[in-house]
C-alpha cells in the first residue's frame, strides 16, 4: 500500500515518528471517531449509511451529517433517526460539498475525524481497517488505484478520474495514487497542521493530500472497490460541457496546488 508515508522523501522523519495525537502507550483508549457525511438529495441512502457505520465502527461515534436543505428533505430523514450519535445540521442559504465538509469538521468533536460520501459508495465496512491503520499512521486514504482497489463505475466515469488522478500524480507527486478519492481518517491533530479549502466540489481533497504530504504526515492508501451509486443521483454526473469545464477547473486547481505557497 504506497502512500506519501513510504514516499523517500518522506523517509528521512525520525524513525521514532508516530502519528501526531498518538496516544502515550497505555494511557487511553481509541477515543471518539466523527464521520462526517455531505448530503444533497441522499434520502434513500442516508438510513442505510447511518446504520452501516454504526455497525461497522465501535462506539464511541459521532454521525455529522451537514445536508444543504436537500428538496428530498434528507436531514428530516436523518433527524429522525433521534439516535443522540447523529447530529444534523441543515444549511439554508449555502451549497457545496467542500464548505459542508468543513462545517462537519467544525462541528465534529472526535480525536479521530474523517469523511466518505452519503451514498454507499464508500463502503462503511472499510472504516474499521482503517480505523486500525491509525495506530501507525497520520491520515488513511481509501484508494481505488492502489493495488486491490477498483473503480466499478462506468467506463466513462473511470477515464475522467483516472484522468484526473494521473495528471495530479505527476504534478503532485509524493507516491499518492488516489488524488481523488473523498473518503479519508485521520487524526484530529492533523487538522492543526493541515487546513481545508471549503470551496468547489472535489478538488478540495487533492489539494489536503498534497499539503498533509509536504508536512511530512505518513499517510497512507488502503484498497476499496468504488461502485456506482444503486439509489438517488449522483450530483457530479453532469453533461458533456459541464463536465468540461469542471475537468478545467481541476486542472487549474491542480498547477495551483503544485505552485502554491504552503502555510
Ligand atoms: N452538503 C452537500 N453535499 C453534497 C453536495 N453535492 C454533493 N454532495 C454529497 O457529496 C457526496 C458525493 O456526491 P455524489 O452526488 O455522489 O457525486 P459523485 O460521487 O461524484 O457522483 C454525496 O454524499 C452527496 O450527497 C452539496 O452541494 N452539498
Ligand atoms: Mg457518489
Partial sequence: ?????????????????????????????????SIILATYNESENIGDMISAIFTSVPDPVEI??????????????????????VKVIRRVKTRGLASAINRGIIESQGNLIGWMDADMCHPPTL?????????THDVVIGSRYVRGGKDDRAPSRVLTSRLI???????????ILDYD???????????????????GYGAYFIEFIYACCRKGLKVIEIPFTFTERVKGVSKSNVNLFQFGIAGLGYIARILKTRFARLD
Fill in 1 to 33: 500500500m504506497p502512500g506519501c508515508g513510504e514516499n523517500p522523501g518522506i523517509s528521512m522523519l525520525p524513525d521514532n515518528h508516530s502519528p501526531i495525537g498518538t496516544p502515550e502507550p497505555g494511557t487511553s483508549s481509541r477515543g471518539l471517531v
Fill in 181 to 199: 478519492s473523498g473518503f479519508i481518517l485521520m487524526h484530529r491533530d492533523v487538522l492543526d497542521a493541515v487546513s481545508l479549502t471549503p470551496s
Fill in 64 to 85: 455529522i451529517i451537514v445536508d444543504d436543505n436537500s428538496p428530498d428533505q434528507t436531514w428530516k430523514i436523518a433527524a429522525n433517526t433521534r439516535d443522540p450519535r
Fill in 127 to 135: 472504516l474499521l481497517s482503517m480505523l486500525e491503520l491509525l495506530k
Fill in 165 to 175: 488522478n494521473r495528471m495530479a500524480s505527476l504534478v503532485l507527486g509524493h507516491g
